[in-house]
């Protein structure tokens, strides 16, 4: 059972370039999420999703997309890089309940040159 | 105002010391709470739920005051592999959690 797994660990873009950090869950969860945490600050939520085919905009979502095909799988999309999108990335998963736990990938790290 | 407030510290403490974090929330239709711990460079984990009525799990007490909107988290008898930075969490409609910037604590020896 890995849990909530993460590509890249490390990304350098340049401004204008765009990539795709992938996420996948294997813990069956219907809840998925993407946060962005920058240096000395707590995690903000660009997107999340509550089941394959449904996607909401979170606190930050300027700048992403997202899309949730299947259950496992939730991709986030950097179309033209910004420095200010430089931060660390993490993706997370839960079941609905009020008490349930979020768990959370190991991140990406990426830097917009 | 922030949604969620702590205190960014670090808090220096010794081994074997007792160490209180509070947060506050602004929300007042918030459902439930958490402490997260963020060791350096890692992903968040959870630490513990919080219950209206406290909580304990071993070294660790938390409680939850609603009427006051905060929540703290004590740690007895700090250890080393506490250092770390303790996210406040909080969750609204919807599973969405709002996390404050952390407490960074470290316990020397």
């Known amino acids: 059972n890995a849990g909530v797994t993460q590509t890249p660990k490390f990304r350098i873009l340049k401004i204008g370039q765009s990539m795709t950090l992938q996420c996948t869950q294997d813990?069956?969860?219907?809840?998925m999420y993407w946060y962005r945490q920058d240096p000395g600050m707590g995690l903000k939520l660009i997107y999340y999703?509550?089941?394959?085919?449904?996607?909401d905009k979170g606190e930050v979502p300027n700048g992403y997309n997202v899309s949730r095909s299947t259950t496992e799988d939730f991709p986030l999309r950097l179309e033209l890089a910004a420095p200010s999108q430089t931060s660390v990335y993490f993706c997370?998963?839960?079941?609905?309940?009020?008490?349930?736990?979020?768990?959370f990938g190991p991140g990406t790290r990426l830097t917009v040159l | 105002r922030k949604e969620v407030e702590q205190d960014p510290g670090p808090f220096n403490v010794p081994e074997g010391a007792t160490v209180a974090f509070n947060c506050t929330y602004s929300?007042?239709?918030?459902?439930?709470f958490f402490w997260y711990r963020q060791d350096c460079r890692k992903e968040p984990k959870l630490l513990m739920s919080?219950?209206?009525s406290g909580n304990e799990d071993g070294r660790f007490t938390a409680q939850l005051n609603r009427a006051s909107q905060y929540i703290s988290l004590l740690i007895r008898d700090s250890k080393l592999s506490d250092s770390a930075t303790y996210l406040c969490?909080?969750?609204?409609?919807?599973?969405?959690?709002?996390f404050g910037g952390g407490t960074r604590l470290m316990v020397k020896p």
């Open positions: 997370a998963s839960s079941s609905p309940g009020s008490y349930n736990e979020q768990f």
């Open positions: 813990m069956n969860h219907n809840y």
């Open positions: 999703s509550v089941g394959a085919g449904i996607t």
């Open positions: 929300n007042s239709a918030s459902q439930s």
């Open positions: 919080v219950y209206s």
């Open positions: 969490v909080v969750k609204g409609a919807g599973n969405m959690l709002t």
